[in-house]
């Protein structure tokens, strides 16, 4: 355990943690776009910015998902110069995704309706990486990528083209703090896409029992084939969620009722 000061209050914390995972801990609200916590820290949104110091550190803005606690650390969530640094961070996002409802919301959250910068074309992908991350360390496909720099980087597919590695799984649709990546289901087709960028097209699989199309092949076979299964369990591989519930239920009852 180790002393520091966190908004003039003094704790003792765990070796490890970051000032971001302290701070929330004790209620403190900072503001991230590029932090989850399976995924650990990144430091590229720069909203949760905190103003810190210590024996080794000197006094500066420095991103608290990114920052070890140290003995002596002296931490500042809301000064000054960290709300303009927030408010500025803001403004920029908004320049680049300016109808992005989740954004909009969170910054009027911090006090910042509008932005002084350019908006014209986005597709309010914010670059906050997390769906790339996600897809190459979590999922393991790397289906996702970054392009270009500077005010050209974009998210796509590999190649640029319709991604050959993508399972479907929508993972990256779930995380996007921006809503900026779209899945679409028409009949049996998945479309995944970031405004006018396809990234991958996959055929839907339809439950044998109800009709219902549920989720892509190449989804199926990715988590039946990493599944610690139970030896000699059958694996009905063409029920959608809510069939396969109902189905293992009276496939246990059925066995249980015999004793």
């Known amino acids: ?31 991230t776009l590029c932090f989850y916590e399976a995924l650990g820290p990144y ?10 110091e210590g024996p080794m550190l000197r006094r500066q803005l420095i ?21 303009q640094s927030r408010k500025v961070v803001f403004e920029l996002l908004l320049g680049r995704a300016p109808d992005s409802k989740p ?11 509008s932005t002084r910068f350019p908006t014209g074309q ?8 997390l769906c790339v991350r996600v897809c190459r360390d979590k999922i393991g496909v790397s289906a996702l990528c970054f392009a270009g720099r500077g005010q050209k980087k974009r ?23 921006a809503d900026a990546i779209q899945a679409e289901d028409q009949e049996d087709q998945r479309r995944i896409f970031l405004k006018d960028n396809t990234i991958s097209r996959q055929t839907l699989v339809s439950c044998r029992i109800c009709g219902t199309y549920y989720h ?21 591989r063409d029920l959608c969620p809510a069939c396969a519930r109902r189905h293992y239920a009276q496939a246990i009852v059925g066995e249980l009722s015999g004793y």
């Open 155 to 177: 998210v796509t597919a590999e190649f640029s083209k319709l991604s050959e590695t993508c399972i479907g799984c929508a993972t990256c649709v779930n995380l996007c703090p």
């Open 43 to 52: 430091g590229a949104c720069r909203l949760c910015v905190v103003e810190a």
């Open 1 to 31: 355990m180790m002393e520091i000061s966190l908004n003039k209050k003094s704790l003792q914390v765990e070796e490890g943690k970051t000032v971001l995972e302290i701070a929330r801990s004790e209620g403190i609200d900072i503001p």
């Open 216 to 236: 892509t092949q190449r989804f199926i076979d990715y988590v039946t084939n990493r599944s610690d299964l139970e030896e000699g369990l059958k694996v009905e």
């Open 63 to 83: 991103a608290s998902c990114t920052l070890a606690v140290s003995p002596g650390l002296v931490v500042e969530t809301d000064t000054p110069l960290v709300r």
């Open 103 to 113: 954004l909009l919301e969170l910054a009027r959250k911090y006090g910042v309706e």
């Open 122 to 129: 986005s597709d309010n992908c914010v670059r906050c990486g």
